[in-house]
């Protein structure tokens, strides 16, 4: 089978999983993200980490896992939130388990299992908050989130690849991707507020038509933002695809890099304006 | 002034003001524990960071203040726990804030500004939830936490000089920290229990005895712990003292290394069981 038919499958087959996961049931979405979650850190930590840190690896990502499956098991289930301190036992560990080290060479890259912590665990942790319409589960917000922001890369592809190689067209970034350029940047906006609008229309995005072009605006930025600081974090690490996962596709993490950033900071804005 | 009086003096005034901040009034314990994190972290970031993310220093600076200030207020005036979304925002804008760095170089840094809020910010914006009995603010707890673990490091100085010090003493982690003896160790955890048994019949610890008594040894022991990461993470970057905001006695940091553990996890492990 050909690298695009491979491509083309991996790809549908993803999205598949991930609509099902997001709009079908509480217990898929809870199996789905959780491996999500787990197999980005994984990712993270394997670019980051130096070998040795090899049970202070396993602490993050035994924290990062119990964090999300607590929230869930609160959101959806009913669970005590108070359980989530089980998610500390880990993290205290964390420094407590490196007294065994047996030296303290590169004792820094510690630093790593928390800052994938933050980036990774945190916000994918937070998202069964935002998938309970009262004692219902309803992911079609977050599903709509997703849809923003594949259209915002569509439109960047698009646009980009249409005006933005041409020479004398300015790059966004020529040190950490060389390929995109403001033309993508400028399209990947258009097409996610398209995509916001629309979605308003549909009322999968039940919010004021204002609220939602800004929405639009802010996924697509804070998306680039996410893409372009996973690039900055691969490329220091001398990394080109953070996994291979995802045949053809690369990694997990470089599938949910925009979504990281973008899909957090809307809910902020939105719970700033209590819509959500 | 003599160097012993300063440090007397200093540590006396320090000790007041924690005491008081910890049975007096909540707005008093927010003012003072702001500060400790504020001070703590900027400690961590100027041992760690390079100069370079000043931005990205002051944004996790910004993170860890605003999750304490919005957990206390939530815990202390009942304002809406969802404003914690707000120290979200700073925390987003790390990444973001990255692409507008010159360079490169040092990118994986980056890594200490999330490491300190998950290591200092987190257990310290944890504390107002343990400040409270119903409507009434009640610190006498988390002081007894406190006595607990100043009593283990007496315990340990005591015990650990009286006995540590001689030819053939074994020593705790003569790497880390060459004083530390395994003499002192036992003498923390025995002092610290003694202290937990004390206080509960002061009533200050309102659990059964036998919890009183493992929660001594908890405290002594993972307050050990945290001692020696701060100062495995002090060596691995050529400090001695974390800063020398408390004239005598070094950085905030050095006075809170112990606890950063200790108390967590002495949480967890009362409310495994329920206790609080």
Known sequence: MSNFWVRTLA???????????????????????????????????????????????????????????????????????RLL???????????????????????GDLAYIYAGLLYIALPISLSPLLMMDGIVFDGWFMLSLFVMIWCSDVGAY?????FGQRPGARKLAPDISPKKSWWGFWGGIVFCVVAATGLHFL?????????????????????????????LWKR????????????????????????LVAIPMACVYLSLFNLI
């Open 236 to 259: 220091h690490f001398g990394v080109k695809d953070s996994g291979a996962c995802i045949p053809g596709h690369g990694g997990m993490l470089d599938r949910f890099d925009s979504s």
């Open 158 to 162: 698009c646009i980009g690849t249409a």
């Open 11 to 81: 790809g549908i087959v993803f999205l598949a999983i991930m609509v099902f996961a997001l709009i079908w049931d509480r217990t898929l979405f809870a199996c789905v993200f959780v491996t999500v979650l787990v197999q980005s850190l994984r990712e993270f930590y394997d670019i980051s980490l130096n070998k040795r840190f090899r049970v202070q690896r396993f602490l993050g990502l035994v924290a990062g896992g119990a964090s999300f499956i607590l929230v869930s098991a609160h959101c959806f289930y009913g669970w005590d939130l």
């Open 203 to 231: 009322t999968w995005l039940p919010f004021p038509l204002v609220h939602c072009i800004v929405l639009g605006v802010i996924v697509s930025v804070f998306g680039v933002c996410g893409d372009l600081f996973e690039s």
């Open 85 to 107: 301190t089980l998610a500390l036992i880990p993290l205290l560990l964390i420094p407590a388990s490196c007294l065994l080290l047996p030296s303290r060479e590169h004792f």
